[in-house]
């Protein structure tokens, strides 16, 4: 009798326990498995590093502006004295990188402040790639951040498409625990009427069919652990945790909160977004302008005013000057005017390298084969294109046949449950019939979500193959 009651209780508890315990929404599961997720953490921190390695190169190739006071030389003694030589510069690369230089000279003598030099320069490129390899250098970190946005993007539907076949994987398992517990429940009804049958213990007849039940109690007991070791390695791969009684009912671990989403239609997506078309076309015409970037002719002009007081004695300049280049021909050009006093002078410079002919005709024909190369590529981008859209298009129709077929199975396999439900309430069928038939719902209702889950990841596969 006390054995009874405990029993009772012990089943009390676990219909307590059981109905204590609640199934995490899959959709805030989900959310908390791509949170706890090291690779996404680790790419969002890459954004922000492909961010901030922008806002510096925004920098650096913006205006720069350069203070500085120059070598400072004081004197001590009987005639203290100072000198400082400040000077202020500066570039702005996108106006054909213009610069300005701004020098001076203040000598400070008992207490008397002479001005001893002055100098103003002025550069510009008339002709020159710094302007265009500037504006390529600003595409390639801005690009740099679209792509590490777009990894870390790519790699969250990958985690959620990893989480929903994981999920899949699990109510598989659930199905087979239910096939092996009926085959447990077939094994130990043909023992007991091998017992019945007043077979001896060590009838070939009696060992068969008791070795028989006791392996399938065996293989029933080893899918029931190795479930809930599954779950719990889910759960805590989703951040949470879950305690799952070997007595438990696995069919209320089934969400229902799993719904049929529209399928993605492949061909609604533009065609140059889809990601290997997108990335050649980028390739190609950051190269393009890098090749256009690449002349042969390169133009910089040059001008400044230079003021000098040697002992009180006052003398101004001008100056202008000019640099060329042409393949492996080099000109410059400078001419120095004395506004005061002097002659003027012109200063040239040639130079001829033989040689940079020779390897300019090299670069010539390795470019051609470059962009001939380009066109291949993009060819075989976009007839991968059309090779998956034809995959997907199969492919989504094998899922949407499944999904109708699984619902009209699952509608189908409830109401035979429940006719044969009534039936074993009249005693017209045996528990195993009823069992059966209950068993064919659940396995139906799981192929259902499955079908579900099938096109989410399908959407997620499409998404990942298209670039905003």
Known sequence: MKKKILVVLA????????????????????????EQDADLKNLTLEVQKARLNQKSNLIDKGLSIKLQTGDMTFTFGDNNSFSVKPGVSATIPQANNLGINLNSQFNVNKGKTTFDSASASLSVDIISANKANRDINLLQQERKVL??????????????????????????????????????????????????????????????????????????????????HDYKSFYLDCGKE?????????????????????????????????????????????????REAATKLSLSANGGYTYRNNNGKASNSLSAGMNATYEGLGLNANVNVPISSGDPSLTLGITLTPNTFKKNNISDQLEQISIEQ????????????????????????????NVKSNQTNYEMYVKVEESMKDYYKKGLISEKDYSSARNNTIQAKVKQISGYIDLIIYNNEVTAMFVE
């Open 11 to 34: 089943t009390l508890l676990s219909l307590n326990y059981l109905a204590a315990l609640e199934l995490v929404p899959t959709r805030e599961l989900l959310a908390s498995y791509l």
């Open 147 to 228: 792509e590490a946005e777009r990894s870390l993007t790519s790699k969250a539907l990958d985690k959620e498409k990893s989480f929903y076949k994981s999920l899949s994987s699990l109510l598989n398992s659930i199905t087979s625990v239910l096939s092996k517990k009926a085959t447990v429940f077939d094994d130990n009804v043909a023992f007991e009427k091998i017992k019945l049958q007043g077979y001896d213990s060590s009838s070939a007849s009696y060992v068969r069919a008791e070795l028989k039940y006791f392996s399938s109690q065996r293989d029933y007991e080893a899918a029931v652990h190795s479930l809930i």
């Open 242 to 290: 879950i305690e799952i009684p070997e007595d438990f009912d696995f069919t209320l671990l089934i969400p229902s909160d799993i719904e049929e989403v529209s399928p993605l239609d492949i061909t609604s997506f533009d065609k140059s977004n889809y990601k290997e078309i997108e990335s050649t076309e980028w390739s190609q015409k950051i190269n393009q302008m890098n």
């Open 374 to 401: 380009e066109v291949m590529k993009l060819d075989a981008a976009y007839s991968s294109y059309e090779t998956t859209l034809r995959e997907r298009q199969l492919k989504l129709e094998d899922i949407l046949w």
